[in-house]
């Protein structure tokens, strides 16, 4: 069965500071990977995909990047963190048009 | 953009009610999606339909996918305190990428025991 790993679980930051989160896959292969950022209330907000080794789609301009160094690893980075990327990070994994899963999710805090 | 329109936004029930709650789309949807998220955590998928007219099962849980396949509607029945969390409706982007999602923005679920 597939799982899906992200980490750190809660991440506490001062604003201009740098960021790496990170999110493995296991039990599948080739997945499209994707980052979702969800802000106080519920929405979901897509922010990069990837549907392999090296492909990004950002999907909204902002202090963020991602990369996908390994097939089933998905990280999202920015250099320096504003008081704006508080929120949950959700990293999801599916395949194309089709159901997507979800990690656990990473609570940031940048202050 | 494609927008998914879920209603009700939030809903206060006492246990053991029924709830019922929908989304509707201004474009065709070959596939919805039902996820609930609970608090701190991702969102997990509940139902999936592929079909117009389907009605699947899980548990207490009841979805069907619209005729016209422009909306959604899931139903719980006799709830429990567990159901409280935030149920989002979903369906694979239509006319461009078929890689993303669209979600509604969620109904919030609370059950007073």
């Known amino acids: 069965s597939q799982t899906i790993h992200q980490w750190p679980a809660t991440l506490v930051q001062p604003v201009g500071s740098p960021l790496s989160l990170e999110c493995t896959v296991e039990?599948?292969?080739?997945?499209?990977l994707y980052w979702y950022r969800q802000a106080a209330g519920r929405g979901l907000q897509l922010l990069f995909y990837?549907?392999?080794?090296?492909?990004i789609s950002s999907e909204v301009p902002q202090n963020l990047s991602a990369s996908r160094p390994q097939d089933r690893q998905f990280i999202l980075s920015s250099k320096k963190l504003l008081l704006s990327d508080s929120g949950f990070y959700l990293c999801?994994?599916?395949?194309?048009?089709?159901?997507?899963?979800f990690g656990p999710g990473t609570r940031l805090t940048v202050t | 953009g494609q927008q998914l329109n879920q209603s009700p936004q939030s809903m206060f029930i006492q246990e053991g009610e029924d709830v019922s709650m929908n989304c509707t789309s201004s474009?065709?949807?070959?596939?919805w999606l039902w996820y609930k998220q609970e608090p701190g955590e991702g969102p997990v998928l509940l139902i999936a339909?592929?079909?117009?007219?389907e009605l699947t099962s899980n548990g207490r849980l009841t979805a069907q996918f619209g005729i016209t396949r422009k909306d959604s509607f899931l139903n719980i029945s006799a709830s429990i305190p567990s159901d409280v969390g935030i149920y989002f409706c979903?369906?694979?982007?239509?006319?461009?990428?078929?890689?993303?999602?669209?979600f509604g923005k969620g109904t919030l679920l609370t059950v007073n025991p």
């Open positions: 999801a994994w599916g395949r194309q048009g089709d159901e997507q899963y």
């Open positions: 039990g599948t292969s080739n997945p499209n």
């Open positions: 990837s549907v392999g080794i090296g492909q």
């Open positions: 474009s065709i949807f070959n596939t």
């Open positions: 339909l592929y079909k117009a007219g």
């Open positions: 979903a369906g694979p982007g239509y006319g461009g990428s078929n890689y993303k999602l669209t």
